[in-house]
Structures are given as C-alpha cells and as structure tokens.
C-alpha cells in the first residue's frame, strides 16, 4: 500500500478540515493526476460541502501546493534520515539517492504535487523553504563528497546537486513508475547509483576504483 495511505471516503469527521482536504485531494492525484479533478470534487471525497474548502483555500491550485508543501517536507525528512544513517559520505550519498526513488514510489500523490503539477515554487514561501530544506541535503551531501579535495578543484556543490536531482527524478519518471519502470532491463536503484558513479569520477570526487 502507498506510504500515503488510502484515504477514500472516509469524510470530514476528526475536526481538521483543512487536512481532510489535502488527503482527499492525495487520492484524487494518485488517481486522476494534478488537472483531473476540480474543487468541488475534492470536497466531495473529503465528504464536505462544495464551498467548505473556501474556507481554507482559494482554488485548487492553492489545495494542491499545500500538497506540495507536505511532500517536501516529508521528503526531506526522508533524505535527512538516509543522510545521517550512513557511514562515509559516499555511503550517505548512495542512501539520499535510495531514499529519493522510495519516495517517489511510496507517495505518489505528494510527489507528483511537487514536481508534475505546475505549482510555482517560488511563489509560494513555505513550499520555496519545504523545496530548499530537501535540495539542502543534496548540497551537504555533495560538500562532504568533495571536502577532501583543494579548494580550487571542488565543483560548486549547488551544481553538483542539481545535477544528482535531475538525474534521480529522470530515473523516477523514466524507470521507477509506472510501466516502462516495469519494462527496464536494470533497477532504478542500479541506474542511478551506476549513473551517480559515473558523474562523481568525471568530477573526480570519487576515484576510479570505488
């Protein structure tokens, strides 16, 4: 069963309408994707009125970047976890990358709020400082990964984590959901640690025999 949990049903009864809402419209994403579905029919599968969400949210797509919001934080809670239970910073690093495709499969509904959706980070403070917590860890990984070398030879480590996350969310879309994920001749864990690997001894971060 998704991380997410089913939500289905199961109506506005524990006094959190704003809440209700977002697990609503988690299910309504899973199902329908981020355009499939209207206010009104969130409410409804919250088990609410028509204009109760008005209370809480302007549009949709005010609802549907506080789902965003929730997912990044819970997703960078996923990557401080993997970050901080490793051992060397190349075993951290590994583990923010596996930790990265879990979630993507385990809550799918939050992720394709964040990244599938259209919400405007930038627009929006909260869901700008959720994003920048989670790409933080990616760029300490990435600082650790390279402290070893002078100065003058360490790649900016805003760049080399941007790098890590385009590759990890191609890995997400191309192999880790949905049908071609099941048609892939290789893991998406093996794609992207061996795609990792590759990019990290170009840079000179890691040597050839690691």
Known sequence: MSGEGKTRRRGYHHGNLRQALVEATLEMIRERGPLGFTLAEAARE??????????HFSGREELISEVARQ??????ERLEKAWESAGTPLKAFEAVGRA???FARTNPGHYIA???SGVSVAGNAGLNDAAARA??????AAEALF??????RR????MVSHHIWALSHGVVELFARGAPGRRAPFSAEDLLESGTAIY???????????
Do not use: C, K, N, Q
């Open 135 to 140: 790409m933080g860890v990616l760029t300490r």
């Open 114 to 116: 964040m990244f599938e």
């Open 46 to 55: 919250a088990g609410v009125s028509a204009a109760a969400p008005y209370r």
């Open 71 to 76: 997912g990044f934080e819970l997703f960078a």
């Open 155 to 158: 790649p900016p480590a805003t």
């Open 147 to 152: 402290a070893h070398l002078p100065p003058d």
């Open 100 to 102: 990265y495709l879990d």
């Open 200 to 210: 990290l001894r170009g840079l000179g971060l890691i040597p050839h025999d690691d």
